[in-house]
């Protein structure tokens, strides 16, 4: 072999450059394999796509509701799809500029092409005009990430029959869209497509949208959306080249569309990376780990969405981080309970931690505290007519934190701060000793706390 690294990557998504990042920064030598752009689907076909759509979105429903803040628009307010992409576009190139020079500052080598396993420690890189070379590592990364899942119900192959991948390159607006799912991805392209003046029909087999989070954030959220229709309990049969096919309570319906996005969940990528040429322990369900990102084969680890565990960028990160610490000898180990999430919407959603149900599920005593957003002073200057609430739950014995919900404005920006103290165990006390900001929003999460017992 002429290349022997300390560290090969499978993947150039969040779990793989970061972990490419920090091996460089230990002095470790390093490689990323990658097929596609540097940044992996969060980058190019996810979050930062789908958040600076959103972003015109709000921006355009900003621009329509202006005159309650004083502020007057003259002339038609439009929203030019062609020139959000062309800024979505813009955006994703500097930051995949900005991934390439962390590669080269950190002295990380990019192999363009597809990489799987061709031994142990042995990893075979097919370009794109099919020359094959080899490279050898002492230990081996895998983080090739999810694709979107697509349920083959009659219908589900026709040209507007759409993933979130397709749906961040429309070219114009729907009439009429449906979106299957009601999760995480469906939401935010529901506020977006809503936001533009678009109808939206959202179509979801459980009772309730986005299950998990807390059900109180979850009828609010969906209140809060009331250009957006919703089928809850809701099947589709059938999509043809105008309608979708119900099948609800009270029997079957058609809905008009002529866009359908199917948001119905995400899978690992674990095919033909020749995982079995190894003895990896894997299943359709993802790669086995244990808390140090080791999988059952020595020097091999693995960190994201292929894990099967917490799907989220952030989470990918961290993995990728904890495998090269390990990997270095320096103490680390993955935690899952402090891990933040985020639902772009307008409002925002965000949490951390255990919600009530799970609580309850554990057979964990517990306190809870809710404050509403509307009596704190920064949400008010920055929502008119807004709705937001703070819920916090503490361990009843320990007064421990043990989770926060958030549903409201700058929910994304301060989720951080309460993950942090999640993650530091701190309790009732300790949090009311700290000083926050006037006036933030942030005050609603110390306020809560002053409505339960030390």
């Known amino acids: 072999m002429s290349?022997?690294?300390?560290?090969?990557?499978?993947?150039?998504?969040p779990g793989g450059y970061v972990a490419a990042e920090r091996a460089g920064a230990h002095d470790l030598r390093a490689a990323v394999i990658e097929n596609a752009n540097l940044g992996g689907v969060c980058l190019n076909?996810?979050?930062?796509?789908?958040?600076?759509?959103?972003?015109?979105?709000?921006?355009?429903?900003?621009?329509?509701?202006?005159?309650?803040?004083?502020?007057?628009?003259?002339?038609?307010?439009?929203?030019?799809?062609?020139?959000?992409?062309?800024?979505?576009?813009?955006?994703?190139?500097?930051?995949?500029?900005?991934?390439?020079?962390?590669?080269?500052?950190?002295?990380?080598?990019?192999?363009?092409?597809?990489?799987?396993?061709?031994?142990?420690?042995?990893?075979?890189?097919?370009?794109?005009?099919?020359?094959?070379?080899?490279?050898?590592?002492?230990?081996?990364?895998?983080?090739?990430?999810?694709?979107?899942?697509?349920?083959?119900?009659?219908?589900?192959?026709?040209?507007?029959?759409?993933?979130?991948?397709?749906m961040l390159e429309i070219k114009t607006l729907p009439k009429a869209a449906v979106i299957m799912g009601g999760g995480v991805i469906g939401m935010e392209f529901a506020c977006f497509l809503s936001n533009v003046g678009v109808p939206v029909t959202v179509v979801e087999m459980l009772p309730e949208i986005v299950p998990g989070i807390d059900p109180e954030l979850a009828v609010m959220l969906r209140k809060a959306l009331p250009r957006v229709t919703y089928k809850l309990g809701t099947k589709v049969t059938e999509i043809t080249a105008d309608v979708v096919k119900v099948e609800t309570a009270n029997g079957v319906e058609e809905i008009p569309a002529d866009l359908v996005l199917m948001s119905v969940g995400r899978r690992p990528n674990v095919e033909g990376l020749g995982f079995e040429t190894i003895g990896l322990d894997f299943d359709r369900f993802g790669i086995a780990v244990d808390d140090h990102m080791r999988t059952n084969v020595p020097g091999v680890y693995a960190a994201g969405d292929v894990t099967g565990k917490a799907a989220l960028a952030h989470t990918a990160s961290r993995m990728g981080e904890v495998a090269v610490n390990h990997i270095v000898g320096r103490p680390d180990v993955m935690r899952y309970n402090a891990i933040p999430w985020v639902i772009y919407?307008?409002?925002?959603?965000?949490?951390?931690?255990?919600?009530?149900?799970?609580?309850?599920?554990?057979?964990?005593?517990?306190?809870?505290?809710?404050?509403?957003?509307?009596?704190?002073?920064?949400?008010?200057?920055?929502?008119?007519?807004?709705?937001?609430?703070?819920?916090?739950?503490?361990?009843?014995?320990?007064?421990?934190?043990?989770?926060?919900?958030?549903?409201?404005?700058?929910?994304?920006?301060?989720?951080?701060?309460?993950?942090?103290?999640?993650?530091?165990?701190?309790?009732?006390?300790?949090?009311?000793?700290?000083?926050?900001?006037?006036?933030?929003?942030?005050?609603?999460?110390?306020?809560?706390?002053?409505?339960?017992?030390?």
């Open 3 to 13: 290349d022997v690294y300390d560290l090969a990557i499978l993947g150039g998504g």
């Open 45 to 166: 076909h996810g979050c930062i796509p789908s958040k600076t759509l959103l972003y015109s979105s709000k921006i355009f429903k900003t621009a329509q509701n202006a005159g309650a803040y004083g502020v007057s628009v003259s002339g038609d307010i439009s929203f030019d799809l062609s020139v959000a992409m062309e800024r979505k576009t813009s955006v994703i190139q500097k930051l995949r500029g900005g991934i390439g020079y962390l590669m080269k500052s950190n002295k990380v080598d990019v192999h363009k092409g597809w990489g799987c396993f061709a031994g142990p420690n042995k990893l075979a890189i097919t370009a794109e005009d099919g020359t094959e070379t080899q490279i050898e590592a002492k230990n081996v990364l895998i983080s090739t990430g999810s694709a979107p899942v697509r349920i083959p119900i009659p219908g589900y192959d026709l040209p507007h029959v759409v993933t979130s991948t397709e």
């Open 345 to 454: 919407t307008d409002p925002e959603v965000a949490g951390v931690g255990e919600t009530e149900a799970s609580l309850k599920a554990e057979g964990t005593a517990f306190d809870v505290a809710s404050f509403p957003m509307t009596a704190n002073g920064r949400f008010l200057t920055d929502n008119e007519n807004g709705k937001g609430i703070c819920k916090v739950l503490v361990e009843k014995e320990s007064r421990v934190l043990r989770g926060v919900h958030l549903f409201g404005s700058h929910a994304s920006e301060m989720i951080f701060g309460m993950a942090a103290m999640l993650e530091t165990e701190l309790r009732v006390r300790d949090v009311r000793d700290i000083v926050f900001p006037h006036p933030t929003v942030s005050e609603v999460f110390r306020e809560a706390l002053f409505h339960l017992a030390e």
